[in-house]
Structures are given as C-alpha cells and as structure tokens.
C-alpha cells in the first residue's frame, strides 16, 4: 500500500517526521519497503500568470508576468505552452531545482537573458524533479492557492508499506491512520459520511438477494441518480495516482478512493443497465460466461461467485465488474455496490481466472461485514458532492446473518501468561483504545475489548496481547531464560550416525559437498539404466523451477559425478569428495522412503611428498581405504563381494556387507558412465546405506586385557588360486587359536608361482594369553594352519 | 703371558684409534672382544696354566677387558660426537613443508548448522529431524494456513506428483515448521527441541536465493513459557554465535502459526554503532534479521490436543545460509551448492 502522507494527515496529525514514523511502522506494524519523496522545494510557489508579452529580442523566448503573494515578478520564459491565467510553479532566485541537463540539484541564479532581466523562473515539471517532462511548465490546477509554498501544496511523501496476509485494514488509509494515532498519541479523524437522502427510498429503486449466503454475508446497495459522469477534480485524481491508481471518471475513481479510505472495496453499476434493477449474488452457474471489464470474455465455473441480474452475471463478485453494467460518460443513474465476500472463494475465483485486483487482493484477506454501509455512505455521499447526484433515501442492506460486534475476553493473567510481563491495566486499556478497540475493564482483572470493524483479524486473547505488546514496543520485554524442567533425551540414533559418518570422512581428508535434491531426467539416465527408471520411477515435481531440478534423486551418484567432474578440470591432484545426504524411493502409501545415504567418489593422482600430485592414479583401494577407515571407525565388521552394479565396471566392483546384509557398493565408475559426464581417467565410488547400516555399529568397544606374554611374529606365503579371495585365505589364518592377528604385506603373480595362481604374504602374529610360546608350538601352529589352508583353499606353502 | 698381554693391550689400542667409523669399531670389538677376540681366546686358555699363574693373568687379563671395553665406549662416543657435530655443520632446510596429512574439511553449511545446533543443545533444546516429502496437512494445514488463504503465498511451494494424477498434497516442505506438529504429535511436555533440515521453495535463484537451502526450527512448550523467555533465549543464542555483547531486537511479523509473531534481528558485529553502506553483514542497516519466531498459536496447540490453558511456547525459524553468508561474509548464496572446492577448500 502507497501511502501519501499528504492524504494520510486528513485523518490523523503526523507529529513525528517521515523516517521516524516509517521505523515505528516497521517496527510495530509492517515494513516500510520504501519512502518515496517528491518535493522539498525551497524558494519556489504557486503564482499566477497575468501577462505575457513577447521577449524583445528573441523570437522564441517570452516575458511572463507572475504575481505571487507577495508582488508582480517578470521572467523569461521559452515554454510554448505559458498563458495568461495559468496556475504555475514560480521559483525565485536562490531557489533549489533540478538542472533539466546533468539532473543534479541546482541553484537558481538571476540572469539577464539576451539583455532582459529574469527575476526567476517558471518550473517545468522537469526541473521540479517531477518526471522528465520539460517541453513545457507545469501547469497547477485553477483552484492552486498563490503564494503558497509550492512543497506544502505539491510535496509528499510516500511510504510504501508490505502487507500481511491477514491485515486487510493496513491496505486502507483509515487503517494506517489507526495505527499512526497508536504509535504516536494522535487522534483519529474518520470522515462524518453524511449526506442529504433527497431521492426516494433505495429499497424501492433496487432489490438485492443472496442466494449463497455463505459466499456473500452480507450486500448494501446504494442508488444515486443524477450523476454527471465526467473526471474527478483534481485532488482526487492526485490522490489515486500517489497510491498507485489510474483515474477513470469522479463514479469510478470515487469507488476506488473509498476503497483506499476503507479498506473496503466497492463497484458501481450502470443502474439503468441492471435488468429489473435486481441484484442476485449468487454462484454461477456451468459454462455462464461474462466478459470483465478488462475485455476478456470469461467462462464461468459453479465454484465463483457472481454478481446477475435477471438476465444473467453482470459482474464477477469480489473480483472485477462486468462490461456491460459499466459506468460510461452516458451513466445517468448508479448503483453502488458495497459487500462483504468470502475470501477464499474470491481467492479461488481470481486464481482460476489468473486475475488479480485491488479489491480481490483486499477481499481475500478477509474484509470485516461491518465496513460495507460505512464505506457506502462515504461513496455516497462523494457522489452526490462530486458528481452532482441526488442520493436515494436510504440503503439496501441485506445481511442475513448478522455476527455479533466481535469481542475478545481475558484476564491480565493471561497477558503475563503469553508475554511474561504484567503491564499495569491502564497502560494496556490506552494502548488499545488508541488502536480503535474500546476496552472494559472489569474488576479486579478482566478486560472485555471490542474488536473495530476494521480488525476481522483480532479474534483470540493473543492476537489481543501481540495488539499490545507491539505497540507498548518489544524493547519493554525483559530477557529471560527457559527455567522450567527439561525434556527426557529424544534419541536419534541415524541422525548421530550420519553426523559420526560425517566426521569421519573429513577426518579421513574427505571434502564435504552439499548437492541438489533435485536432478533432471537426463543425469539419472546418466547412471541409471532406463529399465530401472522406468520400472521404479523417480519422483516427479510437478512445478520445477527448471527441468534440471525435476526429480527427487534416488541416488547421489549423479550428482556426485557432477561434482567430481567440474572440480577435476580446475584440480590436478586426488580428488576426495563425499555427501551424506538423504535419496527419495517410493513406497506402498503415504510419504516416499527417504534414505539416509553416503557416497564418496575418488580421482586423480594421489600426493606426493610435497602434495602435488605424483604420477600414480588412485586406484580402487583408495576408495576402499575410505570405506575401511569408516567401518574400523564405527567398529563394523563389512566384507566385500565381487558383484555387478550399473555403472560400476564389472570385474572392479564390490557389494559391501555386514552380517550378510547388503549395506552399500564399492567400485570404478564405469568409463562410459564417466564419459558421459566427461571425465577422463578413472574415478572410484563408494555409497553405503546408513539406515542398513545403523544396527550393526558397534557400541562402546569392550575392553580385552594385552596379554602379558611376548608375541612372535612369523611370515607365510601362500599359494592360491588368483580367484580366491585374499580375505578367505586370511579368514582360514585367524582362525586359529593362536593367532592374534595375520597382515597381508605382499600379493604377487609372476614366473615365481604357477601360472594362474598368486602368493598371498601374510605376517602372522602368534601369541597366548597362558604363557611364552615356545619355538616349536609357534612351529606346529603355522603347520596345522598350512594344512587347514591346503585343505579348505587349495593353497601350499611358497617354496 | 702377562708380556703378551701387554703386547695385546698396545696393538688394540693403536687399532681402535686407527678406526675411523662405527663399522670398524665394531669391527674391532668382534676381533679383540668377540667371542672368538684375540682376549676371549687368552682367557679362554688360561685353563692350562698352573694355579698361581692362572689367578694372576686371569686379573691382568680381565683388567685389560675392562680398559678395552671402556676405550671402546670412549670412542663411540667420539665418533657419535663427531657425527651430530657434522648435522650441525649440514642443518636440514627447516623451511621445507612437513609431509601431508590428510586435510578434510566438512561443508561451511554443515558447519553453521553445527554451531547453531551446538548453541540450542547447550541450553537443553533435543535435536530430531522430520521428512522432507511432506504432506499438506502438516506443512500448512495444521500450521493455520489453509488452502485458498493468502498466507499460502509467503510460501512458494514445489509439490511432489505420487499418485501421477497432479494432484497436489505431498509437497517438499517449505519449511521445518511441520515437524513442531509432528513433534508435539509424538510427545508430551515439557517439549524442548531444534529441527534442522533441507527446506524447498519455488524460488528464482539470484545472489540471495535459492531454492533448496537449510532451515533450523525450534519449539519450546511447557508451563509458564512466556515472549520474554523467546527473547532471551534467542538473544542467548545469538550471543553464543556471533558475540557476547550482541544486542537483539524483536519487530512485528505475521506466522500464521505463531501469536504474537516476531522477527528478530541481531545488531551488526562488523560496523557496531557506525552502520556503513559497504557492510557486507547489514548492508548499512546496522542490524541482520536472523529469523521469525512467536508464540505458538493456541490453534495450532489444539491440533495436537494440548491443553492450551495449561501450556504455552515459543516456536522460531532460521536460515541456515542467510546466516552462514553473514559469519562467513559470501556475496553470492549460490556459492554454497555450486560445490567448486576452490570455493569450499576454504572453510577448514
């Protein structure tokens, strides 16, 4: 809402300036987005010009005589359009202006102009930094008071206030004058709407039925006859354009001036144009149609309310006038509409028609059903003293179920309650009587507050206390600290998990990245085979902000990916990124399963010495270094299977499990799914179900005492098939009851063992809890292990 | 035999100083010590002399061990001497960098939302999580902000097709307020707790929005819970991420789940008292809005069946980037989820 100040002070004196006014708004109403000025004129006022002469000595150039208050003063003018008779804006030597060229602030100097001496200037809009306009003077309008300053009578100040959903009173004048009066001790005037009821009852010129009561409470009819349809004076069109709104004609821009006053909207019809001149606020009915006043011709659905006649919708109700009921120059009679409509159905309406207004915007915050015959008398009576019109006797009011003048109950207990402070009881009754709610107070501690019609919003004894204690200021609240009993732990056992999993991988010189929830189709295809898309469908955003965010991802690859390949064409060393984020998958019914996820990708060349990047490329155990280094955190046993995933090369792939519950994949991303994000090289994945993976973590490890007696350590290489996996070799070792631990240190192939076999070298760790062992029972157990190892493994000692 | 004992003693000694390193040291106490050496073998045959004899080359010859061994001792320390006086003559260039350690760094989000957490934790607040696929009840409906209300326009919302038909009830929440009704669904009071969590809205990314970005809710309930406590506890946590002398302020907003409804805004850390235009934190305000808060609405209480004559709380709503742009000083919020780690590495 725009609010002139110029405007605002009929209603209510400003005693504090514009900036100071706009922080109490801010801080205790609404925020002031901006305060736009115009003026601060010095040295310039309203003259009139009672001669002009031609300059002697330049054709193009006149002398205009300007009488102000205080004498004659002749200038030279250049403006084709300067007549005798006009009102303009004379500005005196000295006066500050805006120079027409460089638009900076000016001084007016006196000069003689090709040798006439110009005791001033005639300001054209250009120069009061009104707009660009400088082809010609200002012109005021004829009823300009001369001699007055030109800032009180031209200046104002803006300020443009946001609005609240649920406050339809600050889109209204009255509404900020309420809420200036309470910031700063002035009173309110409200308009006295009173008018001579000269013409016949309006209960015998026009008839109002609502059908749907419960989409309309309640419709007040006017009738003016008479009117002389033409502009409005200009005051009122000044007005409408400081608050934003082009005027139309004095009917039209009167309904819109009362709306900005009240916050009430109001329509005027062509009452001659009105079959029967009948009113029927009813829904429409299938397929209706009715073209706006916009022009667009508009097919109506059951679900709007309209405004009909007899003959069928005149108007769409709350939302814009029908065309043919329109107020022309040719409108001789009105008939003025002010009523109360519900506002999600007008809410509805406007957004299935995609058709926003002013007074859509106002209905939809909920409009209180006291305004309509307050803004109607005051429309009224505007007609009749702008427009010439007889006003009928009377209005037409249907209400058929008039609610009760809203009041709110409460105790000085509750206000402690909600506030923590205890605000004496005539602090709190003059707060919120400079607010317009009249308050009783009943002894000893109960206050009964009238809510005014313009506050539908106050309903409950806290809307009643937040009324108070913005006003009274937020700086009167003391500070104080939850003192109460505090609530049981809540666990979240995932949720620590994926902090622990956190903090491990940058421990273990991971970098974290945060990733979009959403992806487009194209990069799920990227990893993810179109049968699997298809045969489990990603999750679909209706409205995306753009297709590259349109479905919930069901895994982090894609983007990790994304990641990894925009960072590898600024890095040249290893790369080590991971997310922990959650991945979307549908399920029977209800919400979709979100799964708490870690993946990390490896590339690159691994450091050297120096950190720069060696000639090695990182390989698969580097990304399974991570994986290891996570699980030895979090005190988990996993093993790793060869298997096939998509996107992992087949052969360089592992599934991760834990008791033999699958919990993740390990692998190299396959080169044509790297290809696709254009990365070349190699780059290594990992990804681990943390909900799968959450029962198995170990808990507080239990301690086991070190053994007082010497361990021995031996070596011994194994040979093996090469598709025997080192981990079953290593399994059969441990095994034995003497063994406290066995290190892979070597693996080899080559001309020193069979073809199609490799050596596993193990160093193994033997040591008893019960006492030194002796050479040879270290030497029995390393025979007994070799013979279980050629039995269960195929394998033999290395010669 | 003492004679050629003293002939042993001279050569050793001449020997032992000929030697010039630790290898030829050793080298001569394995050929006079050893347990072949020139004096073990001596000692070893004294057991064919006779008795009177025996005794006193066995004392000549184990004095002579002695003098060896000590001569011995003196010249490895000579030479270690020599050696570490070589190290200083060449000293190592201690300006040359240590081998690397792995150096991760976890996301600047990340950490904010820890320090925040962190913050509320300290003063007994519980941390759960919520869904992020929401539905509407409770993203709005159960928030007081029904369908065809305009309060539904604060919110932009992305809705999430299920069913395939379009039609739209699930959504990706707009913001963590949700999870205040699930929480209050699930428990009783005294109720104490932080919600972080992705949040989403249908937005135009520019330098100060995104549509996908971080929100931490809180929720007090219990008897006696008052705005006063909202203020102090808010301004306790303030202080408690960007100073101790901060200094904070509440203005009117509108929550539709929360009466009263307060913004609060923290004064700038940067520019203090002399607000300047360039603040890369205020913008010249002298103040940064940090969140909305209120008191929750008694209606909102009642969808969960709490006896409102009985409790009150506070409920209030952060934005995690808002307030990491602000500590960290980024010009642009779309730095975060651009993942350039030029950009991250910076955050250790």
């Known amino acids: 809402m725009r609010v002139s100040l110029k405007w605002l002070a009929d209603y209510v004196d400003l005693r504090v300036p514009p900036e100071e006014l706009a922080r109490r708004l801010t801080a205790s109403t609404v925020e002031v987005e901006e305060i736009v000025r115009r003026g601060g004129w010095e040295g310039v006022e309203v003259g009139l010009v009672v001669d002009v002469q031609p300059h002697p000595n330049a054709d193009r150039l006149r002398l205009a005589t300007v009488e102000t208050g205080d004498g004659r003063h002749t200038v030279v003018c250049g403006a084709p359009n300067v007549a005798p008779g006009q009102k303009v804006a004379f500005a005196r030597v000295g006066a500050r202006l805006t120079?027409?060229?460089?638009?900076?602030?000016?001084?007016?100097?006196?000069?003689?102009?090709?040798?006439?001496?110009?005791?001033?200037?005639?300001?054209?809009?250009?120069?009061?930094?009104?707009?660009?306009?400088?082809?010609?003077i200002l012109v005021l309008p004829e009823d300009a008071p001369v001699g007055t300053p030109l800032d009180a009578y031209l200046g104002d100040t803006i300020l443009d206030l946001a609005a609240w959903p649920n406050r339809p009173d600050l889109m209204s004048m009255l509404g900020v004058a309420w809420e200036v009066a309470a910031l700063t001790g002035a009173a309110v005037r409200e308009p006295d709407p009173a008018y001579p009821e000269e013409g016949g009852p309006a209960a015998d010129l026009a008839s109002v039925e609502i059908q749907d009561p419960d989409l309309c409470a309640r419709y007040v009819a006017g009738v003016v006859e008479e009117v002389q349809v033409g502009p409005s004076p200009a005051w009122l069109q000044e007005r409408l354009l400081a608050a934003g709104m082009r005027p139309i004609n004095n009917v039209v821009d009167i309904t819109n001036y009362v709306m900005l006053e009240y916050g009430q909207p109001l329509h005027a019809f062509d009452y001659d144009k009105l079959r029967e001149h009948a009113i029927i606020v009813r829904r429409a009915r299938e397929g209706e149609r009715l073209t706006t006043l916009d022009g667009v011709d508009r097919t109506l659905t059951p679900e709007m309310l309209v405004i009909a006649d007899p003959a069928g919708p005149v108007a769409l109700a709350g939302v814009m006038g029908g065309a043919k009921t329109e107020v022309s120059p040719a409108t001789r009679r009105v008939l003025l509409e002010s009523a109360s409509f519900h506002g999600p159905a007008i809410r509805r309406t406007s957004a299935r028609l995609g058709l926003r207004s002013e007074a859509s915007a106002r209905f939809e915050k909920g409009v209180s059903p006291e305004l309509p015959p307050l803004a109607a008398r005051r429309a009224v009576q505007l007609m009749v003293e702008l427009c010439g019109g007889r006003a009928a006797a009377g209005l037409v009011d249907v209400y058929p179920r008039p609610r009760e003048v809203q009041t709110v109950s409460f105790t000085q207990e509750r206000l402690r309650r909600v506030l923590g402070i205890d605000p004496p009881p005539p602090v709190v009754r003059d707060v919120l009587e400079r607010l317009g709610f009249r308050v009783q107070h009943v002894q000893p501690d109960r206050y009964v507050v009238t809510v005014p019609p313009w506050r539908a919003d106050v309903a409950i004894p806290e809307d009643v206390a937040e009324e108070f204690v913005r006003v009274h200021g937020y700086d009167s609240l003391p500070s104080t600290l939850l003192s109460g009993s505090l609530q049981p732990h809540v666990p979240e056992p995932l949720r620590d998990l994926r902090e622990r999993v956190r903090d491990v991988m940058k421990d273990a010189g991971m970098q974290e990245v945060i990733t979009y929830s959403l992806v487009s189709l194209d990069l799920l295809r990227a990893v993810v085979p179109s049968e699997d898309l298809a045969a489990d469908p990603p999750l679909r955003v209706v409205n995306p902000v753009s297709l590259e965010h349109e479905y919930l991802r069901p895994t982090l690859r894609p983007s990790l990916l994304r990641t990894l390949a925009a960072n590898l064409r600024v890095s040249d060393t290893a790369l080590a990124l991971f997310e922990t984020a959650r991945t979307y998958h549908r399920r029977g019914g209800g919400l979709p399963d979100e799964v708490e996820t870690l993946a990390g990708v490896v590339a690159g060349r691994r450091p050297d010495r120096w950190g720069g990047p060696s000639d090695e490329p990182v390989d698969f155990f580097d990304a399974k270094g991570y994986v290891e280094h996570l699980f030895a955190r979090l005190g988990v046993q996993a093993g790793y299977q060869p298997a096939e995933d998509h996107g992992l090369l087949p052969g360089r792939t592992a599934r991760i499990t834990v008791d033999g519950q699958a919990v993740g994949w390990l692998g190299q991303v396959h080169p044509e799914v790297l290809e696709r994000f254009d990365v070349r090289g190699e780059a290594y994945l990992f990804e681990v179900d943390l909900r799968a993976l959450l029962p198995h973590v170990g808990g507080v490890p239990a301690y086991r005492p070190v053994s007082r007696f010497p361990a021995v350590e031996r070596d011994l290489a194994v040979v093996v098939e090469e598709a025997v996996p080192a981990e079953r070799v290593r399994a059969v070792i441990l095994d034995h009851r003497l063994v406290r631990d066995a290190r892979i240190f070597d693996v080899y192939t080559g001309d020193q063992v069979p073809a199609g076999r490799k050596s596993l070298a193990f160093s193994v760790t033997y040591q008893s809890y019960e006492k030194t062992l002796s050479d040879e029972e270290v030497d029995r157990a390393q025979a007994e292990i070799v013979a279980r190892l050629a039995r269960e493994v195929g394998g033999t000692l290395r010669a | 035999m003492l004679d050629e004992l003293r002939t042993l003693e001279e050569r050793a000694l001449t020997d032992l100083a000929a030697a010039r390193d630790e290898s030829?040291?050793?080298?001569?106490?394995?050929?006079?010590?050893?347990?072949?050496?020139?004096?073990?073998?001596?000692?070893?045959?004294?057991?064919?002399?006779?008795?009177?004899?025996?005794?006193?080359?066995?004392?000549?010859?184990?004095?002579?061990?002695?003098?060896?061994e000590a001569a011995l001792e003196e010249k490895r320390r000579a030479l270690q001497a020599a050696r570490l006086a070589a190290v200083a003559q060449r000293p190592l260039d201690v300006t040359l960098p240590g081998r690397p350690v792995p150096f991760g760094r976890l996301h600047p989000i990340t950490q904010t939302l820890r320090d925040i957490l962190g913050a509320f934790s300290a003063m007994g607040f519980e941390i759960v999580e919520g869904p992020e696929v929401e539905t509407d009840y409770y993203n709005f409906e159960a928030l007081r902000i029904p369908r065809d209300h305009p309060a539904r326009d604060l919110w932009d919302t992305l809705w999430v097709d299920l069913g395939g038909d379009g039609e739209r009830s699930i959504l990706l929440r707009t913001h963590t307020s949700p999870d205040q009704v699930r929480i209050m669904e699930r428990l009783q009071p005294p109720i104490r707790v932080v919600v972080p969590g992705k949040t989403y809205r249908h937005e135009a990314t520019d330098a100060t929005h995104e549509w996908m970005f971080h929100q931490v809710e809180g929720l007090a309930v219990d008897q006696g819970i008052t705005l006063a406590d909202l203020k102090g506890t808010l301004e306790e946590f303030a202080r408690r991420l960007f100073g101790q002398e901060r200094q904070v302020r509440l203005v009117q907003s509108y929550y539709p789940f929360v009466e009263p409804g307060v913004d609060l805004a923290v004064d700038c850390w940067i520019c203090r008292g002399n607000p300047d235009p360039e603040c890369r934190v205020c913008r010249g305000s002298g103040w940064l809005e940090l969140l909305g808060a209120g008191m929750v609405h008694p209606e909102v209480l009642r969808n969960v069946r709490y006896d409102t004559e009985r409790y009150t709380g506070f409920a209030f709503g952060m934005g995690v980037e808002r307030i990491a742009l602000a500590r960290y000083g980024i010009d642009d919020i779309r730095h975060f989820y651009a993942d350039d780690v030029r950009f991250l590495s910076q955050f250790r």
Not at chain 1, 102 to 130: H, Q, W, Y
Not at chain 2, 38 to 59: C, F, K, M
């Open chain 1, 99 to 136: 120079d027409p060229h460089t638009g900076g602030p000016m001084t007016l100097r006196a000069a003689k102009i090709r040798g006439v001496e110009s005791a001033g200037m005639v300001c054209s809009e250009r120069e009061l930094g009104l707009s660009d306009e400088h082809e010609g």
């Open chain 2, 24 to 68: 030829a040291v050793e080298a001569w106490r394995v050929a006079y010590l050893g347990r072949k050496g020139r004096l073990t073998l001596i000692l070893r045959s004294l057991g064919n002399l006779p008795a009177e004899e025996r005794r006193q080359v066995g004392a000549a010859g184990n004095r002579l061990r002695e003098t060896l």
